[in-house]
């Protein structure tokens, strides 16, 4: 009993003994923005691990031990403190924002990062660089202004879709566009092509729903770090698109509108009635009065002055425990094309809500539909700005008694505008909704359910004069998509060390359908339904759908905000793969160091920041179609044998069928110079590609010609360079410079199992005039090189192989004559702001590429005389008087071969263009306030794609695709309507 009461008092002794040698200090943590305090700054003890977090108000309680008198207090964005303790009891510490460190934050896969603390490579816009600007869609907005991204326009046509590569193009059958992420939503993945019968038209705009003035910022992923979070979509690159959302305080409400007027960049020449009559009688040698005296001039009547409107209007604002955004849209444009009508209508409604300060909800939800009077383009007869230049110029839409004429092979433009139905209406819905909670001041779990609803109806009635009989098309798709979203979010200071982690898992799911119904033979035109057809050609109801399940994880170091560490991991299940290649795992790595945070630099006058990153990484393709891996069997009137329903193989199975996989190194340097008026960001990286998805040859004993496999390899490397500069800046003035290049070479590497040219190269062919050829670009042109008209003989010579003249025309002498992948392309944009007036110009630039112009092949082929209309160079031809003409001899030797597929139809596709000039003016606030409704007025007017300097002839785009997304078929045109250029003018008020 004595023993047990010595050592009860020895311990007591102990405590008393402790707690002699230690003290509590309390306090609270403040700064300007949150008077209130800060919640999360971590305090620790100097030179040890022990410490805390200050919680919802601020406030901390901390035991410090005798020999510990310092207290550090640190927080993300804010300068860290120390203070000594002393005899103090309470110490309350005021903080201040550390600029150098905060800097701007932006967008990430699964949450936000501070720019200067960054190691991922992203280019951002900000809701200041995309409003104002008449933009239909989103992609609009990264033209020349991100390095390293490529956005070619496909089409003048409304609604047609914009191509988009980031760093260069990484497969050759699988997509090539990048993934788009829409307030976490990932977009459905499905081409436009899916959801479009193109029909000789270039595909639809993915994106075309996405209302613009919704968006608050554009975030572009791009090296390995930033993409590795996406896994196996990642490979291309990915866009994280923000949407606005409200602000605590007074609601406000703004409105913007704005309408202007469109034409063509450029208009193709072609020959009057007098000067096909005139060429026509030189050929024939018949006289002109023989001739038609009477015509029509098709292209003058399908170009008109298109017109362009937008009107929104929205709503924020809230109470310190729910915001909320409210907007709607209404969009309408009128191209510069016969026919060709789109309207969109957008609503969106996003909010937030704080159960407690622990607890948030959110909800975010746009609604659109769009109607689009859609016209054919490109290879279709039917397409106007096609056929107005090949219709012979004494054809007529009407007869002597004004009724509309059948014209045949190139049908009558005006008979389908006006009784003709060409209809695509689309209606979508893109909502998530998410719950999040801290389950630790420093630990956040947040669930995320969102959806991507889309219904496409598209309808074709030609009336009798088109279509003998006539003819109906209804096509009806619709692609659900859902998904959910799990995270546990952890942010951390121990003293000078910081560390955050993330990990996740996400389920998706889309489940597409399709309806189609054609038919011919109409009693009479009046009948629009596809029911009323006396012949059904198609009855088809098809339906398909994907899984995708994923795991992932992020981890963030930092050392005193100076040295940086980040590693990612995803591991992706994908139900399109083979059961033998199922899931695939994607990592990166990535280091940063902040150099202008050393001694050593930290007195330099010239410059302010300085941060090296490296990275590594890897990142998937997995844009193939659903049963690519599965050994499949087709039925339907195809498998019917002998009048009995049956099926026969179709695909042969392919269980080891995987991922198309990237590894991209980049090492980048940012820098700020001269108290911050100059900034620097350029990135050197390299991004090969194993795997590609190749149609491999296999024995004709299987019973199927070709296997899908991953086979192929590929390498983009290049260059990209950002400059900001602040030129003059004064009380009254500022101008501004950016300027964003990208360099690019591309290489395909190998391609097993491909076929050989005469030369022992593997290449895989992308159309007639280009082909992806180991060891060069994967979009190369390979063309017999046309060499002119000979001056002495008048007749057309072309090139050998082996580079010798010759005048017989053959395809064994085709080379490598370009390709069509730019070398540099990027924008400069100069702004110059004087007071309330602010005057911006974005010029785009493309340098390196070649377009193959292939309608040249008809409009220039004399052999189509009576058949179409023709070029007028053709009436510069080679005379004894007109030696260094265009066109051969008449009715010479090579009359038959001059237009064939050649060089001749190739042009540099280097250009400079002037995309956007603005001028607006801001209305004084002194000036408002009398009015005691409007808070704030902007007036502006702009012109895009105004000017354009290039070395092509009158009528040739260079911004021209008529392959849409296909990656083996990119810089060709077949009569691709122009760009537009436009004229508007807007007003936008904020009340």
Do not use: C
């Amino acid at each position: 009993m004595k023993r047990v009461l010595l050592s009860l008092a020895l311990m007591l002794l102990a405590v008393i003994s402790l707690q002699a040698q230690s003290r509590t200090v309390t306090g609270k943590v403040t700064s300007e923005d949150e008077p209130g305090g800060i919640p999360g700054v971590n305090v620790s003890i100097k030179g040890t691990m022990a410490g805390t977090i200050t919680d919802i108000d601020g406030s901390y309680s901390l035991t410090v031990p005798e020999g510990s008198n310092v207290l550090v207090f640190s927080f993300v964005g804010f300068i860290p403190q120390e203070k000594t303790v002393g005899n103090q009891s309470r110490i309350d510490v005021f903080m201040e924002p550390d600029v150098k460190t905060l800097g701007e934050v932006v967008v990430v896969g699964y949450g936000t990062q501070s720019s200067k603390l960054s190691v991922q490579s992203i280019s951002t816009l900000d809701n200041s660089q995309i409003e104002g600007m008449p933009i239909f869609t989103a992609q609009e907005a990264l033209q020349g202004q991100a390095a390293g991204v490529q956005l070619t326009g496909t089409s003048g046509v409304g609604g047609a879709q914009q191509n988009i590569r980031i760093r260069g193009v990484a497969s050759l059958t699988a997509g090539g566009s990048p993934l788009f992420v829409v307030d976490g939503v990932p977009l459905n993945d499905g081409s436009s092509d899916d959801y479009s019968n193109t029909s000789g038209a270039v595909a639809l705009n993915p994106l075309m729903e996405i209302n613009p003035n919704e968006i608050e910022s554009i975030s572009v992923l791009k090296d390995a770090s930033a993409v590795a979070i996406y896994g196996s979509r990642g490979a291309n690159g990915v866009i994280l698109i923000e949407t606005k959302k409200g602000k605590s305080g007074q609601s406000r409400i703004n409105v913007d509108y704005y309408q202007g007027v469109q034409n063509p960049t450029t208009e193709r020449p072609y020959m009057s009635l007098q000067q096909y009559n005139q060429y026509r009688s030189l050929r024939t040698e018949t006289p002109v009065s023989e001739f038609p005296q009477q015509g029509f001039d098709w292209p003058e009547a399908v170009i008109q002055q298109g017109s362009i409107s937008n009107l929104n209007v929205s709503a924020s604002g809230g109470s310190e425990s729910t915001t909320y955004f409210i907007s709607g849209t209404y969009f309408n444009q009128d191209t510069y094309a016969l026919g060709n009508e789109l309207d969109r209508f957008n609503g969106r409604l996003n909010m937030t809500h704080k159960f407690s300060e622990k607890a948030r909800f959110g909800a975010n939800i746009g609604l659109a539909k769009t109607d689009n009077d859609r016209i054919y383009s490109d290879n279709s007869t039917y397409a106007p700005l096609t056929s107005a230049f090949l219709h012979l110029p004494y054809n007529r839409p009407f007869d002597d008694n004004g009724n509309y004429t059948r014209l045949g092979f190139v049908p009558n433009l005006l008979a389908i505008e006006e009784l003709a139905t060409t209809d695509y209406i689309t209606r979508r819905t893109t909502a998530n909704t998410f719950f999040e909670v801290d389950i630790l001041p420093d630990l956040t779990f947040k669930t995320d359910w969102g959806i991507d609803q889309i219904q496409t109806e598209e309808t074709f009635r030609f009336p009798d004069i088109v279509e003998p009989t006539g003819s109906g098309y209804k096509r009806i798709i619709q692609d659900y998509k859902w998904l959910s979203t799990n995270t546990l979010n952890y942010e951390n200071y121990f003293g000078d060390h910081y560390i955050g982690g993330l990990l996740g898992y996400s389920y998706e799911q889309a489940d597409f359908s399709s309806i189609t119904v054609e038919g011919s033979g109409f009693v009479s035109d009046q009948l629009p339904n596809v029911a009323s057809a006396a012949t059904p050609t198609i009855t088809s109801a098809t339906g398909t759908n994907w899984k995708l399940a994923s795991y992932f994880a992020r981890v963030n170091y930092r050392y005193d905000d100076k040295y940086l560490f980040e590693g990612s991991a995803r591991r992706d299940g994908s139900s399109r793969f083979g059961a033998d290649n199922r899931y695939g795992n994607f990592w990166a790595l990535s280091g940063g160091w902040v150099i202008s945070e050393e001694g050593f630099l930290q007195s330099s006058s010239l410059l302010n920041y300085l941060k090296l990153n490296v990275s590594y990484g890897t990142a998937g393709n997995d844009r193939i179609s659903n049963f690519e891996s599965l050994g499949l069997y087709q039925a339907g009137t195809l498998g019917d044998y002998a009048g009995s329903p049956g099926i026969y193989p179709s695909q042969p199975a392919n269980p080891q069928l995987g991922w198309e996989e990237s590894a991209q190194f980049d090492f980048t340097v940012n820098a700020s110079l001269l108290d911050n008026r100059l900034d620097i960001e350029a990135s050197v990286w390299n991004k090969d590609t194993e795997g590609l998805l190749l149609d491999v040859p296999i024995p004709y004993t299987t019973g199927y010609a070709s296997l899908t496999q991953n086979a192929g390899s590929m390498r983009n490397r290049g260059i990209d360079l950002m400059v900001q500069s602040t030129n003059i800046q004064t009380s009254d003035f500022e101008w501004k410079t950016i300027l964003n290049a990208g360099f690019l070479k591309n290489e395909v590497l190998e391609l097993p199992g491909a076929s050989e040219d005469s030369e022992g190269r593997r290449f895989v062919e992308g159309s007639a005039s280009q082909r992806a050829i180991e060891g060069h670009p994967v979009n190369t042109f390979y063309l017999v090189r046309y060499n002119g008209i000979n001056p002495e003989t008048g007749e057309a010579e072309w090139l050998t192989k082996d580079g010798e003249t010759t005048n017989t025309y053959s395809a064994n002498d085709r080379v490598i004559v370009g390709s069509a992948i730019p070398r540099i392309s990027g924008g400069l944009t100069n702004s110059f702001t004087y007071k309330g007036l602010v005057l911006s110009a974005l010029i785009t630039f493309v340098e390196g590429n070649y377009i193959m112009y292939d309608d040249l092949r008809f409009l220039n082929n004399p052999n189509n005389l009576n058949s179409f209309n023709l070029d007028p160079q053709l009436l510069d031809y080679w005379t004894e008087d007109n030696r260094n003409s265009f066109a051969p001899k008449l009715n010479g030797d090579t009359q038959s071969t001059f237009a064939q597929r050649s060089t001749q139809q190739l042009r540099k596709g280097d250009h400079i263009r002037l995309r956007n000039l603005s001028l607006s003016y801001t209305i004084p606030t002194a000036v408002l306030a009398n009015t005691k409704i409007i808070r704030s007025a902007r007036i502006y007017g702009m012109l895009q794609n105004f000017l354009t300097f290039s070395s092509l002839e009158d009528g040739l785009e260079p911004e021209v695709n008529d392959g849409g997304g296909n990656n083996q078929r990119q810089g060709e045109s077949f009569f691709t309507p122009a760009q537009a250029k436009s004229v508007t003018l807007g007003v936008s008020l904020g009340f």
